[in-house]
């Protein structure tokens, strides 16, 4: 019965002997393998990085071996590369941000009396940048003068005035705005005061449009919104223009004073204007362009 016993312990033994061999085994092969490969890595260090030496020796030779004139003629050929990149980036850009336009003029509220007709900004001149510009319309488009022009405000959610078409020729208009000194054109406030734009005794500020004779005691205040009436002929009523930035200041018990100037900021930026709406009264709906 003895011999069995023993053979079974030493089986058990031999099993326990090649478990520890082989996670010994493993345990040298893993830590061989690390410092193996910082000194394989170390060794064949120079020859790995033959390629990339001698590609870059080469490079340099190739540009030493070039004139001045060869080399200023690859210089000037690498500006002129970046400078056409630089034009197309900002021709993307620019396409980007004409297509944000049209989709904002696209989904304006259409209204029951007008029809839209979209035109590009073609031409400014540079002594009257805000006050006229010519436009780009369609032949036969039913566009006359005096219709009203309009633009998508900052958020996109309503049109504001830009002006009126004063002339108009067979494939362009020109819009005067109300920046000009020859539109004036009444415009209500909250507090129920009206005034006229382009007029009164303040002094136009950059950016900011003079109005005038607004009514003392009707209490508009600088901040109030100003809005188109509809008293002047072909403007409907209703349309943004623009804040009122300043007012003179009148003490009514001691001033006869019955009407006060003041400026007005635009609603739209006039200096960036690239498309607006310019709206044709539909057929039948009595409205006057």
């Not at 170390?42 to 590609?55: C, E, G, H, K, Q």
């Not at 080469?58 to 070039?66: C, G, H, P, T, V």
């Not at 900004?121 to 488009?141: A, C, G, N």
């Amino acid at each position: 019965m003895s011999e069995p016993g023993k053979m079974s312990d030493r089986k058990v033994f031999f099993a326990a002997s090649v478990v520890l061999a082989l996670i010994l085994a493993f345990a040298g092969y893993r830590a061989l393998r690390r410092s193996a490969g910082l000194l394989l890595g170390d060794f064949f260090y120079p020859y790995l990085a033959l390629t990339r030496i001698v590609s870059d020796t080469a490079a340099r030779q190739s540009l030493l071996l070039l004139s001045r004139t060869e080399l200023a003629s690859k210089t000037e050929s690498l500006i002129q590369e970046n400078r056409r990149l630089k034009a197309e980036n900002q021709q993307l850009r620019n396409l980007a941000s004409e297509n944000r336009e049209l989709r904002i003029l696209a989904h304006l509220p259409a209204s029951p009396q007008w029809s839209y007709a979209p035109a590009q900004v073609l031409l400014r001149d540079p002594l009257f940048w805000r006050e006229k510009f010519t436009v780009s319309i369609e032949p036969d488009s039913g566009i006359s003068p005096g219709a009203v022009v309009l633009a998508p405000t900052g958020d996109g959610g309503e049109a504001a005035l830009v002006g009126v078409v004063s002339r108009v020729g067979k494939r362009n208009a020109e819009v005067e705005t109300i920046f000009s000194r020859n539109l004036r054109l009444s415009v209500a406030f909250p507090g129920g005061g009206n005034g006229f734009l382009n007029a009164g005794e303040r002094r136009a500020l950059p950016g900011t449009i003079p109005v005038g004779y607004i009514p003392v005691n009707r209490g508009a205040a600088p901040g109030d919104p100003a809005v188109t009436t509809g008293f002047s002929a072909g403007i409907p009523s209703g349309l943004k223009v623009g804040h009122l930035t300043t007012l003179d200041e009148v003490n009514p018990n001691f001033s006869s004073t019955e009407h006060v100037s003041g400026l007005l900021t635009p609603e739209l930026d006039f200096d960036n204007l690239r498309f607006v709406l310019i709206a044709i009264p539909d057929s039948g709906s009595g409205a006057r362009p």
